[in-house]
């Protein structure tokens, strides 16, 4: 129950009235209300404050929470930061771009009446460890251009997705109510070569072997949601996807949908805020529009029902 004067902007964190909060100050107010109880040397991303709650309230954290935590304290990306290492604030800026997708679906989610639910979120380890065997491509060059040909030899390719989900569309008819979905988040970091691996990893362990069905216990794969960070870099992506190597000469490439981070990460005006927002916050459920692209152009959006189960 809010009071009158609270501004709902359904933020997770935020001011006692209800705005938004910026999380550049989140971690600095953290640290001044350790200090002010008398405990020094301690940030948001120590154990301290959680081994007090476990000890003095008799809470029950869990070990990965703990692990997490440890994680990022050992990774320091406060003073990576300032030291300039931007392949360590690379691994940081992945990791958000992840999550932004998990707080936008589970938030358009909320938004659908009770439409639609997020069955499952999975990321991180329980995804790790695949690999799938495929033919060996040999890779010559001409001049500018690159050329790529399989070889009778074969190699074996990891397919560990950024993030795996389900969701249930409950207005639906029987037989098609559940979708299942991977999730890349692509920052651009990667060359071609490395991206066209990883395109015939996703399309021989899906399509070709249907490997996901014994690895993750899912199936069908509605598609591989690949969020990348320009729309110059999602044509070239389209490019490859569309390559005989990846989905077969003369095949449709449906298995994977694109879209880019500006839709999401571009402010906008609130009429709840006083300054403009990233658009995800204020309008996550831009998601489930028809924002993903196919390489044949043509725009789709999660909601389509085609590969659904019950």
Not at 25 to 31: E, Q, T
Not at 33 to 60: F, I, K, N, Q
Not at 84 to 113: D, P, T, V, W
Not at 130 to 135: A, C, D, S, T
Request: hydrophobic share 35%; net charge neutral.
């Amino acid at each position: 129950m809010f009071g009158a004067g609270y501004a709902d902007s359904e933020l997770i964190f935020c001011q006692p009235g209800g705005q938004y909060y910026s999380p550049d100050r989140l971690g600095a107010r953290v640290v001044e209300l350790m200090r002010s109880v008398g405990l020094y040397c301690v940030s948001l991303h120590s154990l301290a404050p959680l081994t007090l709650l476990t000890e003095r309230r008799g809470l029950d954290i869990h070990d990965e929470m703990f692990e997490e935590i440890r994680n990022n304290r050992e990774k320091d990306y406060a003073n990576a930061a300032l030291r300039g290492q931007e392949m360590q604030l690379g691994f940081l800026r992945h990791s958000l771009m992840i999550s932004r997708m998990h707080f936008c679906i589970e938030m358009a989610c909320r938004k659908s009446a009770g439409k639609i639910q997020l069955e499952a979120w999975r990321q991180g380890g329980p995804l790790t460890g695949r690999k799938v065997e495929v033919p060996r491509v040999k890779s010559t060059r001409e001049g500018s251009q690159h050329f790529w040909e399989e070889s009778e030899e074969t190699e074996r390719l990891p397919v560990e997705p950024d993030a795996l989900f389900t969701l249930r569309f409950l207005d639906r008819p029987e037989g098609t109510r559940i979708a299942h979905f991977f999730y890349e988040a692509d920052r651009g970091s990667m060359n071609s070569t490395d991206m066209l691996k990883k395109f015939r990893a996703y399309h021989h362990f899906v399509k070709r072997q249907q490997r996901h069905k014994e690895s993750f216990g899912i199936h069908p794969i509605r598609a591989v949601l690949v969020e990348t960070t320009d729309e110059s870099r999602a044509r070239r992506l389209m490019q490859l996807v569309h390559h005989p190597l990846v989905c077969g000469s003369g095949k449709r490439a449906g298995l994977f949908w694109f879209t880019i981070s500006s839709l999401y990460a571009e402010s906008t005006s609130d009429a709840k805020s006083a300054r403009p927002l990233p658009h995800h916050l204020v309008k996550p459920e831009v998601v489930f529009e028809a924002i993903w692209a196919l390489p044949d152009q043509s725009m789709h959006s999660i909601k389509d029902i085609e590969n659904a189960v019950s």
